[in-house]
């Protein structure tokens, strides 16, 4: 599934940011985009550990034209007319660097979430069902799937957070700097420790979503955890203040709103269409840890990821069988 949710991310984020479709899904004409991108997100995470490596020189995909020739009412059709704006308006590497950043956290993240959460439904079959069930009792069809509607299914979006709990799409360390104007004449504090001025501070994803003081039984996938009415409210809190798949804070991910919308269309109308299952013998065990891989790679049950500042991944591959004839339902609209 990595592939292919990564495909339709891309798809939706090139009509979505430029009004521009890639048809990465149907045609193989822009796939080369999918290894510029695997190149430019691992440079990024090599800068963003090592920021004298920004010395070295990496080409980098030029999209402005798509931008220009194929615009449409978009999130990037706001820069035509500052663009060439001498000294008041963007300059392209600015564009460039902007259209880059939102490739790859608007689409190539996604792929993460959503292959994560389909290796965990198909390993756990009593959270597949109660969502299967929570889609298919809510819709009447799936063109009645739609974003409003879905806000309604709380199962859905427990999945899709444990998913995204245990396997972040940016599992690493994303620094920061307290800006001089923000510590003023505090000194900045962090369990006991004084942080002198210019030091990047910053705290694992990973591992802060496996600390069993905000997550109880950690690696177990538990959607119920988000809904479980025993948990206490400070506890609760303490574990949604842990929760941080998009970053936290003014400078957390401005599309997150966008990020859970997709994720929930893609699964529910899937659900609705189809069911879904591990592909039988060694393909259904791709993805999944193993002991031989090493300490922190031995759990089956967890999906395996590589930090390359979003995240690299293979898998999983999964067994789909018709529902039924509601596969007949399937029209242009739902379609798109």
Partial sequence: ??????????DIAGLLAFGYDLRLQSDDENRFMLTVLDGGT??????????TARKARFGYLMMLPLLKLHARHDLYSFVADVLDAGSGGLRQSELWAEANLFLTAAGDTGKTAMSATFFYL???????????DEIRSNFESGSKIRGAALASCHYLRACIDEALRMSPPAPGILWR???PEESGDQSFIVDGHVIPDGTLVGVNTYSLHHNEEYFPN?????????LAPSITPEAKKLMRDAFAPFSTGPRGCAGK???????????AKTL???????????LGEIGAGKPEMGTGRER??????????????????LTFKPRGDFWKEIGENDME
């Avoid at 292919?4 to 891309?10: I, M, V």
């Avoid at 089956?300 to 591959?317: A, I, N, R, V």
């Fill in 1 to 10: 599934m990595t592939e292919q949710t990564r495909r339709l991310g891309l």
């Fill in 42 to 51: 691992f440079a990024s995470s090599v800068f963003l550990h090592y920021p």
């Fill in 122 to 132: 198909c390993r756990n079959p009593e959270a597949y069902q109660k969502l299967a």
């Fill in 177 to 179: 700097e307290l800006a």
């Fill in 218 to 226: 950690s690696f177990t996938y538990s959607p119920e955890r988000w």
């Fill in 257 to 267: 709103a966008m990020a859970y919308l997709q994720i929930s269309l893609v699964l």
């Fill in 272 to 282: 609705w269409y189809f069911d879904f299952e591990a592909a039988p013998g060694k």
């Fill in 300 to 317: 089956p049950g967890e999906f395996q990821l590589e930090d390359t500042f979003g995240s690299s991944h293979d898998g999983p591959y």
